[in-house]
């Protein structure tokens, strides 16, 4: 939080000066989270266009079809958050599994990843690194991290580029590491 993920990711799709296309998994399932989403709205650029995926962000991304060649989904934790509590409905969380929630976000990303290559969107997804922090008491949050965990791995495994934010850098992880397999 605070890190300039999301600032970040607009800045990149600012330089493409290519049409852009929002897609945003936050809910506004309070005031303050409310007053998160408002202001991220306010900080777009007039012409982007916005679509509210929460879920099925395939999908969403699918009928918003227009002349946006670049897409930023912003957030992959919240999509994953998003994800166990459907999976989870009025129960505990913990009641669900790691693998129904895997399973559950497989197909969230290749939903996502199939469009994107269906339409040539320049895709920038946004997401926390959440397996550099302490390890959680509560099974639910142990199997989110993992399944996050999983999805990053996924995701920066087709991506040209990853960066982590770190107070406001960006550092860019290829370069650090060995090279791609």
Not at 49 to 55: D, K
Not at 70 to 76: E, G, Q, R, S
Not at 136 to 146: E, F, L, N
Request: proline share 5%; with cysteine; aromatic share 2%.
């Amino acid at each position: 939080m605070r890190s300039g993920k999301s600032a970040f990711a607009e800045q990149l799709a600012m330089q493409s000066g290519r049409p852009v296309l929002f897609v945003a998994t936050a809910q506004a399932l309070d005031d303050e989270m409310g007053a998160r989403i408002a202001a991220h709205q306010a900080a777009r650029p007039a012409g982007w266009r916005t679509v509210e995926a929460p879920l099925d962000v395939g999908t969403a991304v699918a009928g918003a079809a227009g002349d946006e060649q670049v897409a930023i989904l912003d957030c992959i934790t919240l999509l994953v958050m998003n994800c166990l509590v459907e999976l989870a409905g009025a129960r505990d969380l913990d009641v669900v599994s790691t693998a129904a929630l895997q399973k559950r976000v497989d197909q969230e990303l290749a939903g996502v990843l199939d469009v994107v290559r269906e339409r040539r969107l320049a895709l920038i997804v946004v997401s926390n690194e959440v397996g550099m922090g302490v390890i959680p008491v509560v099974p639910s949050a142990r199997h989110y991290g993992d399944v996050l965990g999983r999805a990053n791995q996924r995701l920066a495994g087709v991506a040209a580029a990853v960066y982590l934010m770190v107070a406001g850098i960006p550092v860019d992880v290829r370069r650090l590491g060995p090279p791609p397999r």
